[in-house]
């Protein structure tokens, strides 16, 4: 086991990052190796920002979203000299071995890091859009899905009362994930995401049969980076549809990416800390920690890519027996 490790939380950022750190932190501890905290993502590993993470500095901090670290995008970190200023400073520390909480843009950069400068890295895994590969689910999906849901259940009470259509726009640039789950989870009326190619003609008429059925509420989820643009481009769209009715829009935002993890999220996170840093003791080799099933699995860390949605086949059937 290394002496000294550093940990870092990189891009964006999710509930159960600090519960993650909070596993990290105990476990280095229990294996007797001390833990530098690095300070705002990349940008603080090249600007030396490291501080000691101590029991005392993780105690109470698994219920909080966000980062006790901070978090950052970095160019700096982009480039080669960006990367060499970094590595000094962990040599300067004593440090070759690193824990990266990152999506699957800090887990390539780490994956370069690491072959350039000879670090063993173990990467994490998160991200509330679940966009990343080798691994069934992120820290920080669980909780951002449930967010998700419940503001569509909300919006639906409203709905519900005014018999009115609404057009909720959840997170997810490059895939479907939330906008999936979420949709399922809240009984949307229909679900827009980036993997599929939305057939207009069809989902108009599904929403206006049931709109001709019982004048209740309509609710249509879709993803950010939807190809239909978006929330205000499907009002657009239904709104010619539907002349006569009055069309609700809400973009949930960054409130997806807020508050207190979810028990999944807070429990996955510490799977991935302990076996995170456990694995720093067996191998020199990099790695992400992944769940694949309900089994803790690690992949070469320059293996991981961005991942979509896949619509297999019960996922297919999911949708059309549900929308
Ligand atoms: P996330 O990790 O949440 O997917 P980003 O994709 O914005 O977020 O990546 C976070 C940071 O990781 C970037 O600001 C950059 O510093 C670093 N990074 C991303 N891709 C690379 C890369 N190909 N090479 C080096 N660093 C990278």
């Known amino acids: 086991m290394p002496k000294k490790i550093a940990v870092i939380t990189s891009g964006g950022d999710v509930p159960g990052l600090n519960a993650c750190l909070r596993a990290i932190v105990h476990t280095a501890t229990h294996e007797h190796c001390e833990v530098l905290g690095v300070e705002h993502g990349y940008d603080g590993l090249i600007a030396g920002e490291f501080s000691v993470l101590t029991l005392a500095s993780v105690r109470d901090i698994v219920r909080r979203g966000g980062t006790v670290l901070r978090s ?9 000299a960006g990367r060499a200023q970094a590595a000094a400073n962990l040599k300067a520390q004593n440090i070759s ?33 679940n966009d990343v590969s080798h691994t069934d689910t992120c820290i920080g999906y669980d909780t951002a899905t449930n967010t998700a849901m419940d503001a569509i259940d909300r919006i639906r ?7 009115r259509i609404y057009v909720i726009e959840v997170m997810g640039r490059d895939s479907g994930y939330i906008a999936f789950a979420a949709g399922l989870a809240g009984a949307a009326d229909g679900i827009l995401i980036p993997e599929t190619t939305t057939d207009w003609a069809s989902l108009t008429r599904v929403l206006k049969e049931r709109h001709r059925g019982h004048k209740g509420s309509l609710l249509v989820v879709v993803a950010e980076g939807d190809e239909s643009g978006g929330a205000i481009n499907v009002t657009q769209h239904l709104a010619a549809e539907f002349p006569d009715e009055k069309i609700g829009i809400c973009v949930l935002g960054h409130i997806q990416r807020g508050g207190a993890p979810t028990a999944a999220d807070r429990l996955l996170a510490a799977r ?21 099933g309900n089994a803790l699995a ?7 890519q961005r991942k ?3 619509l297999n086949a019960e996922r297919k059937q999911l949708l059309q027996m549900l929308l």
Do not use: W, Y
């Open 97 to 129: 071995h690193m824990v990266v909480v990152g999506g699957d843009g800090s887990l390539r950069g780490a994956a370069i890091f690491g072959r350039e400068h000879d670090l063993t890295i173990v990467g994490v895994p998160k991200t509330i859009d």
């Open 72 to 80: 950052a995008r970095s160019n700096a970190f982009m480039t080669p």
């Open 157 to 163: 009470d409203t709905a519900d009362s005014h018999e």
């Open 272 to 292: 991935f800390g302990v076996a995170a840093v456990m694995r720093l003791r067996e191998t020199i080799d990099s790695a992400m920690v992944g769940l694949q």
């Open 298 to 304: 690690f992949t070469p860390l320059g293996d991981i």
């Open 308 to 310: 979509h949605l896949e």
